[in-house]
């Protein structure tokens, strides 16, 4: 298969979840729309593949102990 066709495959079907994401804020609710929304947008830029953003979390020892999440973007 060729990368560049999947690749489109993959970004028209996230466009088609944010689509989906809009119609529900419309019909179900706002809360259900936007939480529907940001689910597809963290998916998607959590995706491997090709050039996107992906987001790391990392547990870093603070100075004063304990751990703590942060997130660091690579990319």
């Known amino acids: 298969m060729?990368?560049?066709?999947?690749?489109f495959v993959v970004d028209l079907a996230y466009g088609v979840a944010?689509?989906?994401s809009i119609g529900l804020i419309l019909v179900?609710?706002?809360?259900?729309?936007?939480?529907f929304?940001?689910?597809?947008?963290a998916s998607y830029v959590n995706g491997d593949s090709g050039g996107r953003i992906r987001i790391h979390?990392?547990?870093?020892p603070p100075s004063t102990?304990?751990?703590r999440a942060t997130a660091r973007a690579e990319g």
Do not use: F, M
């Open 2 to 7: 060729n990368p560049r066709r999947v690749d």
């Open 18 to 20: 944010i689509l989906a």
């Open 28 to 35: 179900v609710g706002t809360e259900v729309g936007i939480a």
């Open 37 to 41: 929304g940001l689910g597809v947008i």
């Open 57 to 60: 979390r990392v547990l870093e």
């Open 65 to 67: 102990g304990g751990y």
